[in-house]
């Protein structure tokens, strides 16, 4: 089940976001006049058409679905009958040219603004941004971190979760700067603390930075019993059942959830014993048998079980993060330029090599992460989707050959000049951007591999 999650997710997340890209080419295309011939999502064979509209445009649905096109009237790419010249791309001023490229990235951030917006106002749980005790040494324990402090901004920015609280410190890593981040102690004092990014590895960048700097949420101590379980999960298989307590795991006794947690992720694979407790009845010897799960460059063990939660200690440690609707047009286009402005800025850095080619993740990672969003519902599926819009509209804006970015990169030629760039030099950047992209696509190829396997 847990597979076929994963495909479906995948399958659904990138047709939804070729068609918004497409779509955006199709729409103003026809806005300046265009024909357009054909509206195809995915490549190769088409297994589904239908010709619709009184310039009997085909859509189409082909067999690989990664990618798809808009196809226009065009005198360069056939023949074009004398009454039909005045709609054909070519024909049409570089600006009408421009805006129509422009038009499937733009959509594609359109799209995202979209969604946060929705997720804005219907509100986003959320992780108070308490503060555990930091690691002696830890750039945290220098800057004075304590257990019990609320982080309440980062530099002016205002922080609400701890996911927001690992986002505006990620951005900032990226500078190296120091900020100041202000708090509210256990006792209610409100201060602030200058935390330093020095002994920060490039590599931390690419894992929990949160971490790598000595900052860790507070936990509750939670009993070793288990709440909820995954259908398909390693505890599932093994018999275990919501409310089941477990009292050892091979031989060594457990004392809290954590404790249970960190025997599970130690063991990915391998077979544990389990002394469990139901009801009244203690079941001796449950054989579990951890799933094993690679992410982040790391291996580790999961049987899908959660524990069981107290609401009443819950209840101060969870909020819910909602604005207005016109507040959070605001919140989502900010959102949206942040995101898009870190995955440039992320991508320079791996041209210069300050952080490693690693991160570049291709369609496994990508379908691997549809389907874990998937499962934790549907509010973490549409962030994911405004994730992989903004970068999808990023990359294709991108000045590679091929790409919506190398079109525009002539356009922008021809504006200046006043000439068009002549289809020589057009033809030899489409061989140089076919073996970027396709070095690009290996590369990311390469890296989903690795991690599939294991580093």
Not at 260 to 285: C, D, F, H, I, Y
């Amino acid at each position: 089940m847990s597979m076929l999650l994963t495909v479906i997710a995948f399958i659904v997340a990138l047709s939804v976001l070729i068609v918004v890209h497409e779509y955006g080419h199709y729409w103003v295309a026809r806005r300046c006049g265009v024909k357009v011939l054909r509206f195809s999502l995915g490549f190769g064979r088409p297994i589904w058409s239908r010709t619709i509209g009184p310039d009997a445009t085909q859509w189409v649905l082909a067999a690989i679905p990664l990618g798809g096109y808009v196809k226009m009237l065009d005198e360069r790419e056939g023949d074009v009958a004398p009454h039909e010249v005045h709609r054909a791309f070519n024909r049409k001023s570089v600006w009408q040219r421009f805006a129509i490229v422009v038009a499937g990235p733009a959509a594609n951030f359109l799209a995202a603004i979209a969604l946060y917006w929705v997720l804005f106002v219907h509100g986003i749980p959320g992780l108070v941004p308490v503060v555990g005790e930091p690691p002696a040494g830890s750039a945290a324990a220098r800057a004075g971190f304590i257990a019990g402090d609320t982080v309440l901004g980062v530099d002016g920015s205002v922080v609400r979760t701890w996911q927001d609280l690992r986002w505006v410190v990620l951005q900032r890593a990226l500078d190296k700067a120091p900020v100041s981040v202000e708090l509210k102690t256990a006792q209610g004092e409100v201060t602030s603390r200058q935390l330093r990014f020095d002994g920060l590895a490039p590599e931390d960048l690419e894992k929990d930075v949160l971490a790598a700097l000595g900052l860790s949420r507070q936990r509750l101590i939670l009993p070793p019993v288990i709440g909820e379980l995954t259908g398909s999960g390693a505890a599932t298989r093994a018999g275990l059942r919501s409310g089941d307590r477990v009292l050892s795991v091979d031989g060594q006794a457990v004392e809290n959830w954590d404790a249970l947690v960190k025997s599970v992720r130690a063991a990915p694979g391998r077979t544990l014993q389990m002394r469990v407790q139901r009801g009244e009845v203690e079941m001796q010897n449950v054989a579990v048998t951890p799933d094993v799960v690679d992410e982040g460059g790391l291996r580790f063990g999961r049987i899908g079980a959660s524990p069981k939660m107290d609401p009443e200690a819950m209840q101060g440690m969870l909020v819910n993060v909602s604005y207005g609707p016109f507040e959070s047009l605001g919140k989502a286009v900010a959102k949206t330029w942040e995101t898009a402005l870190f995955s440039l800025r992320m991508l320079g850095k791996m041209i210069v090599g300050e952080v490693s080619l690693k991160n570049l993740s291709g369609p496994i990672t990508i379908a691997d992460y549809a389907g874990q969003s998937a499962q934790n519902g549907w509010i973490s599926y549409l962030l994911f989707l405004g994730l992989i819009s903004i970068s999808l509209g990023v990359l294709n804006l991108l000045p590679v050959p091929l790409l919506d970015g190398g079109h525009l990169m002539y356009y922008s030629v021809e504006i200046i000049t006043g000439k068009p760039v002549p289809e020589k030099v057009m033809e030899a950047g489409q061989h140089v951007g076919m073996t970027l992209l396709f070095v690009l696509m290996a590369f990311a190829l390469f890296n989903d591999i690795n991690r599939l396997i294991g580093n």
